[in-house]
C-alpha cells in the first residue's frame, strides 16, 4: 500500500504523521511499499499515486477531489497517537479493500 | 531528546507569559534566533501560516510545533528548540484542545538531521504522562528532574 500525509508545508506535522501511521499500519499487518509526506499543494497534485491519503483534520476539505475519484482520505487529529489511527483506519474502507500480511 | 534541548542551549523556560498566539511564536523564535538557526524572516512567516491556515500547528493538546517552509530563506541551520511557557496559551478561544504551553519551534536546513529531529520528538511526545510533566517545569530544576524521570527511557539524539 502506498500512503502519501499532508500538512501544510509538507516539513514537520506530515513527517510526524507519516511515522505514526507507517508504525501503525505495519504494526496491525498492512504492507506499506511507499511512504512520503508532503505539503498540501504539491498533495493534490500527486494524490493520485497513493492509495490513502491522511492528513489533519482541518485540511481534510482539501481533498474533496481524491475522496470523489474513490481515494481513502483520513483526517487525523493527534498526529501522534497510534491508536487514533488505528481506530481511524477500522472504520475506513481500508479492511475490505487491502488484506494484510 | 530532552538532553538535546539542554546540550544545545535550545530550551527556554519562560516566566513571562505571552500576551496572545502570535507574542508566543515571536518568544519562542528567540532561542532559535540566538543559535542562529532562523531568521525574524522565518518567525513571521510561521505566524502569516497560522493566520492562513489556522492553529494546525497545535499538534496535541498542550503542545505546539511552530513551523514554517523548510526552504525558506529564514532558514539557517536545523534544530528544535523548545519554550515552556508558564500557561497555557490561547490559539482559538472556542476551542481549548487548540491551547499550547509547549511550543517546539522547528528549523529544518539539512533534511536526514531533521526527520532525526521529528522521529526522537514523536517518540519523546509518546511517552506517558511526559507533556504533563513538561507543563509543570517552572524552572531549570524542574527540567532537570523531569529529565531525570524519563533518561531511561528515552532514545538520545545528536
Not at chain 2, 40 to 52: M, N, S
Not at chain 2, 95 to 108: H, R, T, Y
Not at chain 2, 115 to 136: F, H, P, Q, T, V
Request: proline share 3%; glycine share 6%.
Amino acid at each position: 500500500m502506498k500512503i502519501l500525509t499532508a500538512c501544510a508545508n509538507g516539513s514537520g506535522t506530515s513527517l510526524m504523521l507519516m511515522r505514526t501511521v507507517k508504525k501503525t499500519m505495519e504494526k496491525m499487518g498492512y504492507q506499506i511499499t511507499q511512504a512520503d509526506h508532503t505539503s498540501i499543494s504539491e498533495a493534490k497534485g500527486i494524490a493520485r499515486n497513493y492509495d490513502v491519503v491522511f492528513t489533519s483534520i482541518p485540511f481534510i476539505k482539501m481533498f474533496d477531489e481524491v475522496k470523489k475519484r474513490g481515494g481513502e482520505v483520513i483526517g487525523i487529529k493527534n498526529v501522534i497517537s497510534a491508536k487514533e489511527v488505528e481506530d481511524k483506519i477500522n472504520e475506513s474502507d481500508i479492511p475490505t479493500k487491502f488484506k494484510k500480511n | 531528546m530532552l538532553r538535546y534541548f539542554l546540550e544545545n542551549h535550545l530550551i527556554n523556560i519562560s516566566t513571562e507569559h505571552p500576551q496572545n498566539w502570535e507574542d508566543a511564536i515571536r518568544v519562542s523564535g528567540e532561542i532559535m534566533k540566538s543559535n542562529n538557526l532562523v531568521t525574524d524572516k522565518y518567525v513571521d512567516q510561521v505566524i502569516a501560516d497560522v493566520k492562513k491556515y489556522g492553529p494546525y500547528i497545535v499538534i496535541v493538546p498542550g503542545v505546539a510545533m511552530p513551523h514554517s517552509q523548510a526552504d525558506s530563506s529564514g532558514v539557517l541551520g536545523t534544530g528544535i528548540g523548545l519554550t515552556i511557557f508558564p500557561e497555557a496559551v490561547s490559539f482559538d478561544k472556542d476551542d481549548s484542545e487548540k491551547d499550547a504551553q509547549l511550543f517546539f519551534m522547528l528549523a529544518a536546513k539539512d533534511n536526514k538531521q531533521h526527520m532525526e529531529n521529528i522521529a526522537n520528538l514523536s517518540n519523546m511526545l509518546m511517552e506517558d504522562g511526559l507533556i504533563e510533566d513538561l507543563r509543570k517545569v517552572k524552572s531549570l530544576e524542574d527540567y532537570h528532574q523531569v529529565m531525570d524521570k524519563y533518561e531511561l527511557s528515552t532514545e538520545e539524539s545528536r
